[in-house]
Antibody, heavy 121, light 107 residues
């Protein structure tokens, strides 16, 4: 059974850093495209980043240069390193597995339960 | 960036009714459109991908149609568990974008 469990959220001051983890089971992270998607309180969904099975990475303009997506194959875990955090980064962060294992993907078939990041003084 | 506009913002309906939700793209996304359902306090769930393909385990009462810029999600007969927010999402162009959502609430 595919499962994704996010951890690492919390309250952080503006300008601070936080690393989110997404522990996967039931599939191999390094053989799949995995995304981060966030949702500000009471708002809609916003795609943040993807790491493809081949290792290439892409980011939304709003986080480019501040966030870094990575993975650890030995732990079957995905990460999102978030630096220079801003109030507008406050959101629930979900990791989401892509339906495709090759090509450009972009369909999210399994989601974690999310972890809340609050950026506030 | 491709903007997805969902309408209406809210629908008030009764169980058993037929539901039609709309998603309009600011430019063509071909058939590269998905629909998700999100219940309060839960993660989104994939319903439809590539405009008309039901995801694994999704009941047949859910169907999707459209191509280019205009898409529709139809629920043939609302069940109590279908009251939720529905989002469309395109994967045609970077960045991947979502619509603002349509809330289907109990009348």
């Amino acid at each position: 059974e595919v499962q994704l469990v996010e951890t690492g959220g919390g309250l952080i001051q503006p300008g601070g850093s936080l690393r989110l983890s997404c522990s996967a089971s039931g599939f191999t992270v390094s053989r799949n495209h995995i995304n981060w998607v966030r949702q500000a309180p009471g708002k809609g969904l916003e795609w943040v980043s993807v790491i493809y099975s081949v290792g290439s990475t892409y980011y939304a303009e709003s986080v480019k240069g501040r966030f870094t997506i990575s993975r650890d194959s030995s732990k079957n875990t995905l990460y999102l390193q978030m630096n220079s955090l801003r109030a507008e980064d406050t959101a629930v962060y979900y990791c989401a597995k892509d339906l495709a294992v090759a090509g450009s993907g972009g369909v999210f078939d399994y989601w974690g339960q999310g972890t809340l990041v609050t950026v506030s003084p | 960036e491709i903007v997805l506009t969902q309408s209406p913002a809210t629908l008030s309906l009764s169980p058993g009714e037929r539901v039609t939700l709309s998603c309009r793209a600011s430019q063509s996304v071909s058939s590269n459109l998905a629909w998700y359902q999100q219940k309060s306090g839960q993660a989104p769930r994939l319903l439809i991908y590539d405009a008309s393909n039901r995801a694994t385990g999704i009941p047949a009462r859910f169907s999707g149609s459209g191509s280019g810029t205009d898409f529709t999600l139809t629920i043939s007969s609302l069940e109590p568990e279908d009251f939720a927010v529905y989002y469309c999402q395109q994967r045609s162009n970077w960045p991947l974008t979502f619509g603002g959502g349509t809330k289907v609430e109990i009348k």
